[in-house]
C-alpha cells in the first residue's frame, strides 16, 4: 500500500505558482520522497526526488519538513502545459515505486 | 532523463490470443524491470518486479502464468498476456532502473491493450 496522503485535486491559474503537498507520517530514515507526473494516456515522468534538504531543479521545487512527515512540490510558473496527476512516492533506493492515488493538478487559463 | 520504449503503444487482439508488449532501456543497461497496470481513472498498479537473469516477482494477486515475465538481457524485457479476456484490457506501462545511476526508475510511455 502506499504511504503517502495527497489531495485528490487541485486549481491553478495559469502563471502562478502550484503548491502541491504530501504527507508522509510514517516515512522511515532510508526513504527518499519521490515526485512524478502523469500526463493522460502517458507514462509517468520523473520530476524530483529528495531525502530530507529541500531540492531544486530545472522542473520544480521539492520541500521537506525537518521532521520529514510531508513534503510540499513546488511548480513555481504553472502553465496549462502542467495539467497532470502528479504522484508523490517514498522510495527505498533499491526497493519499488508504489502509487498512491496522486493528485490531479488542473491547470486554467 | 534516460530513454525507456514501449512496443507497442497500442495493440488490439482477439479474445483467447496471446500478446506480448516489448520494454526497451535505449541508453543504459537495466538491471530491474518493473510492470504496471493502469485502469481508467486509477492509479498505477505493480504487477512485477524483474532482475535481468533471473525469475519476476509478481505481486499478490497477479498470475504468473498470464502475465509471463522474461527479462533476458540488460535491456529488453517482455510481457506476454497469455489467452486474454477483454477484463485484461489495460494500460500497461513499464518502468526500468539502472544499477548504476540506482536513483529513478524511468518509464515507458505504456501500450494500451484492447481484447475484443
Known amino acids: 500500500d502506499a504511504k503517502t496522503t495527497q489531495p485528490t485535486s487541485m486549481d491553478c491559474a495559469e502563471g502562478r505558482a502550484a503548491n502541491l503537498p504530501c504527507n508522509h507520517s510514517?516515512?522511515?530514515?532510508?526513504?527518499?520522497v519521490y515526485w512524478y507526473r502523469q500526463i493522460h494516456s502517458q507514462g509517468p515522468q520523473y520530476i524530483i526526488h529528495?531525502?530530507?534538504n529541500n531540492e531544486t531543479n530545472e522542473m520544480a521545487s521539492l520541500i521537506i519538513t525537518e521532521d520529514r512527515k510531508s513534503s510540499t512540490l513546488i511548480l513555481p510558473h504553472a502553465t496549462l502545459r502542467d495539467t497532470a496527476v502528479y504522484y508523490c512516492?517514498?522510495?527505498?533506493?533499491?526497493?519499488?515505486?508504489?502509487f498512491g492515488q496522486g493528485t490531479e493538478l488542473s491547470v486554467k487559463p | 532523463g534516460a530513454v525507456v520504449s514501449q512496443h507497442p503503444s497500442w495493440v488490439i487482439c482477439k479474445s483467447g490470443t496471446s500478446v506480448k508488449i516489448e520494454c526497451r532501456s535505449l541508453?543504459?543497461?537495466?538491471?530491474?524491470m518493473f510492470w504496471y497496470r493502469q485502469f481508467p481513472k486509477q492509479s498505477l498498479m505493480l504487477m512485477a518486479t524483474?532482475?535481468?537473469?533471473?525469475?519476476?516477482?509478481?505481486e499478490q494477486g497477479v498470475e504468473k502464468d498470464k502475465f509471463l515475465i522474461n527479462h533476458a538481457s540488460l535491456t529488453l524485457s517482455t510481457l506476454t498476456v497469455t489467452s486474454a479476456h477483454p477484463e485484461d484490457s489495460s494500460f500497461y506501462i513499464c518502468?526500468?532502473?539502472?544499477?548504476?545511476?540506482?536513483?529513478?526508475?524511468?518509464f515507458g510511455q505504456g501500450t494500451r491493450l484492447t481484447v475484443v
Open positions: 518502468s526500468a532502473r539502472s544499477a548504476r545511476l540506482n536513483t529513478e526508475a524511468f
Open positions: 510514517t516515512i522511515s530514515g532510508n526513504e527518499y
Open positions: 529528495g531525502l530530507k
Open positions: 512516492i517514498l522510495y527505498n533506493q533499491g526497493g519499488k515505486l508504489i
Open positions: 541508453d543504459f543497461q537495466a538491471t530491474t
Open positions: 524483474s532482475n535481468e537473469g533471473s525469475k519476476a516477482t509478481y
